[in-house]
């Protein structure tokens, strides 16, 4: 969208035509404080002469290079189209399990079979997309816990970084204090309402330096609330050489130690068996964590007085050398006509 900042210049626009108009010749003459550019060739204007239709072009020459220079004055500029900026949301931590038992193929997707980190993926994937606003950071663990996003409002980089997650990538085994460790790290120096860690997992903890009930206690004392979710099957069956049978292949979860570590900090403990609730948890967190509703935009501005004041300039100097060329052709022809007329 084309606009001008300042279209109040465009009132100065008249002024040389009201002067040629208006003013009377004895305000003229007495030196009026008030000056009007261009107003030798206004005053001149009308006056029968061989060089009328030469003043007549320069008039107008001129006039046009006051109406560039008042142009460039109201200060034009192009307005983009709005753009949506982020907002002051949560800042909201991921930690995602990446253990080898996320490869157990206990969860169906379209009614195809798929392990728990791709379960985890699609579901989590949607969620992040629906967080506008939020500040989002990822954290991948296993043997140990990594930062694999920091906090950021690209969406599509934080979606980019799990898509490529694969399990085994931070060891087989899960520490699951080190990740809460990490977040509450990563997270202290931040507001402290505004704090939030997601943490997935389908194990207990096993590995890393910090029990995830201390590194709870940590996250308690920086506000750092904390829902975690328990991902797994209750029920599979196997087939063997002996035949069919029943197994729950989410015998290693330790939901006590995970509810006991959302129960501290202020958050809440989900099971997730299947896709459905896994889906209907995210849900669930955007209802207890809602997106902030004042999105902001702006749109970006890009000025563009300096086209009509450049073209003013290029006019001057174009007026100028025009000036010049005829001065020099009057003073050859002045020159020549003594010098002929004693030939003669």
Do not use: C
Not at 170 to 199: C, H, S, W, Y
Not at 256 to 283: H, K, M, Q, S
């Amino acid at each position: 969208m084309f606009e001008f900042s300042s279209p109040a210049a465009f009132l100065v626009l008249p002024l040389p035509w009201l002067y040629r108009f208006l003013l009377r010749p004895a305000m003229i003459e007495q030196r009026a404080a008030l000056r009007v550019p261009f107003f030798n060739e206004l005053k001149n204007h009308g006056v029968g002469s061989r060089g009328h239709d030469f003043r007549s072009w320069r008039l107008g020459f001129l006039l046009l290079v006051w109406t560039l220079l008042v142009t460039a004055s109201a200060r034009p500029r192009w307005i983009g189209e709005p753009i949506q900026q982020g907002v002051s949301g949560r800042d909201l931590l991921m930690a995602v399990d990446l253990s080898g038992s996320m490869q157990e193929k206990d969860f169906l997707i379209d009614e195809l079979p798929v392990d728990r980190l791709t379960a985890a993926k699609a579901v989590a994937g949607q969620f992040i997309e629906r967080r506008f606003g939020d500040r989002i950071g990822l954290i991948l663990f296993g043997d140990q816990a990594y930062l694999q996003v920091p906090l950021t409002f690209d969406r599509k980089t934080v979606l980019t970084f799990l898509k490529e997650a694969a399990i085994g990538l931070a060891g087989e085994q899960t520490a699951i204090g080190d990740a809460i460790g990490l977040a509450v790290k990563r997270l202290a120096a931040n507001p402290a309402d505004q704090r939030v860690l997601v943490l997935l997992t389908d194990g207990a903890n096993t590995a890393g330096q910090v029990p995830p009930i201390k590194a709870a206690e940590l996250a308690r004392k920086q506000s750092l609330k904390i829902y975690t979710i328990g991902i797994g099957a209750d029920e599979m069956v196997i087939r063997d050489f002996f035949g069919a049978r029943r197994v729950n292949p989410s015998a290693a979860l330790d939901e006590d130690t995970l509810r006991e570590v959302a129960d501290r900090t202020g958050g809440r403990y989900f099971r997730a068996r299947d896709v459905g609730e896994l889906e209907n948890i995210y849900l669930l967190l955007d209802q207890l964590e809602p997106v902030e509703k004042d999105q902001q935009f702006y749109r970006s501005r890009q000025a563009l007085f300096h086209w009509p004041l450049g073209l003013a300039l290029g006019l001057v100097i174009l007026f100028a050398l025009i000036r010049l060329d005829v001065g020099n052709t009057v003073l050859a022809l002045v020159s020549r006509g003594p010098s002929q007329a004693g030939q003669g």
